[in-house]
């Protein structure tokens, strides 16, 4: 709290000297935070050896802060290859459930994805407060992947584009369409802000068929970008898409 890196790094290790060998939870929490202060000041060689001590256990003492973290001084090296292994990492964290989920079709397919037994009884009566403490987590963890996503694809690869396409491709791989659409409607931004409007159309145009609120951000854009090519019929077509997946859309 008082911002004393330093002094703060230094009572963390002679903690680690005083814990025995056998109470191995403790002694990962207290190395975790000796990163996390190298990370506040900077000094990401020594956050990335005290964060990589982690992954050496198989990833169960890293969360998603943590290995965001991991994934900035990756970057912060400009260390490609090991920008990728991260958010690999990152995706792999073994938490609640990160997908947005319908709770009904869920629990009726067994359970929310991630939840122990307990906690999908829980849901199955009706607790209130777990449901919201579930989506809470995945709200989270689906913030952490989005930034970790959008700020290595332009690096990790040839091009931007590849980059891009990596990251989706991994984002599909793992379970996690809805980000990796998100990541599509990225692609498309990168194209807009290029002037490549045939190839962003080309991206938007596969979301025709998305869920509403996706739909609804891709017709918006290509609502504008045939208006600003004189399509004006295509235009008005993606402007009443876009109302119609959402109606306090500016059109």
């Not at 709290?1 to 009572?11: D, R």
């Not at 396409?165 to 791989?173: G, I, K, P, T």
């Not at 998305?210 to 399509?231: H, I």
Request: proline share 2%.
């Amino acid at each position: 709290k008082q911002e004393k890196w330093t002094a703060a790094i230094k009572m963390y290790r002679m903690a680690l000297d005083q814990i025995p060998n056998n109470v191995q939870a403790i002694k990962f929490k207290i190395m975790r935070n000796i990163g996390h202060a190298f990370f506040k000041m900077h000094q990401f060689t020594d956050a990335i050896d005290s964060y990589e001590n982690l992954l050496m256990q198989e990833g169960q003492y890293l969360d998603f802060v943590t290995g965001f973290n991991l994934i900035l001084c990756y970057y912060g090296r400009g260390d490609k290859d090991r920008m990728k292994s991260g958010f690999l990492k990152l995706l792999n964290i073994d938490q609640v459930g990160l997908e947005d989920f319908d709770d009904e079709e869920e629990l009726d397919a067994g359970g929310l994805p991630g939840a122990s037994e307990k906690e999908n009884r829980a849901a199955l009566d009706g607790d209130d407060a777990l449901r919201e403490d579930v989506k809470r987590r995945q709200r989270e963890a689906a913030r952490f992947i989005v930034s970790a996503a959008n700020l290595i694809a332009p690096e990790i690869d040839t091009s931007p584009v590849a980059g891009y396409d990596w990251v989706v491709d991994s984002l599909n791989h793992h379970g996690f369409p809805r980000i990796a659409s998100e990541l599509e409607i990225a692609k498309a931004s990168y194209f807009l802000r290029r002037k490549e409007f045939d190839q962003a159309i080309t991206v938007l145009r596969k979301f025709e068929k998305k869920e509403p609120s996706l739909m609804a951000c891709a017709a918006t854009n290509l609502s504008f970008l045939y208006f600003l090519e004189a399509e004006h019929a295509n235009a008005e077509k993606y402007a009443e898409i876009a109302v119609k997946a959402d109606r306090y859309n500016a059109r």
